[in-house]
Nanobody
Framework: QVQLVESGGGSVQAGGSLRLSCVVSGNKFRRYYMAWFRQAPGKAREGVAGISPVGGSTSYADSVKGRFTISQDNTKNTLYLQMNSLRPEDTANYYC????????????????????WGQGTQVTVSS
């Protein structure tokens, strides 16, 4: 397992942008499949975006495609989520997560497959 610390959440008006960061402890960052999840009040946690450690292949939930971009900087052990054109329905607590086992074409948004989680950062989008 690794330790994950998110930052960058806040309040923004609809149409605005935010960039979330997740710093990963340890020196095994490049071995983990990383993802962002979110959970809105009264709703189940859902996968937002994922990125593979080899080749940087990305996956997105349909609701955020074309608006959000996941990326990582291996030199800084940091995962990012650039969120543009934010909508009120994007309001949620956002979590980064890491899993040590992964394979191409896997179902990346299964939260029970992730070994490590951050504490979350709140994103609030007002209309």
């Amino acid at each position: 397992q690794v330790q994950l610390v998110e930052s960058g959440g806040g309040s923004v008006q609809a149409g605005g942008s935010l960039r979330l960061s997740c710093v990963v402890s340890g020196n095994k960052f490049r071995r983990y499949y990383m993802a962002w999840f979110r959970q809105a009040p009264g709703k189940a946690r859902e996968g937002v975006a994922g990125i593979s450690p080899v080749g940087g292949s990305t996956s997105y939930a349909d609701s955020v495609k074309g608006r959000f971009t996941i990326s990582q900087d291996n030199t800084k052990n940091t995962l990012y989520l650039q969120m543009n054109s934010l909508r009120p329905e994007d309001t949620a607590n956002y979590y980064c997560a890491a899993r040590g086992t992964w394979f191409p074409d896997m179902a990346w948004a299964l939260e029970y497959e992730y070994d490590s989680w951050g504490q979350g950062t709140q994103v609030t989008v007002s209309s």
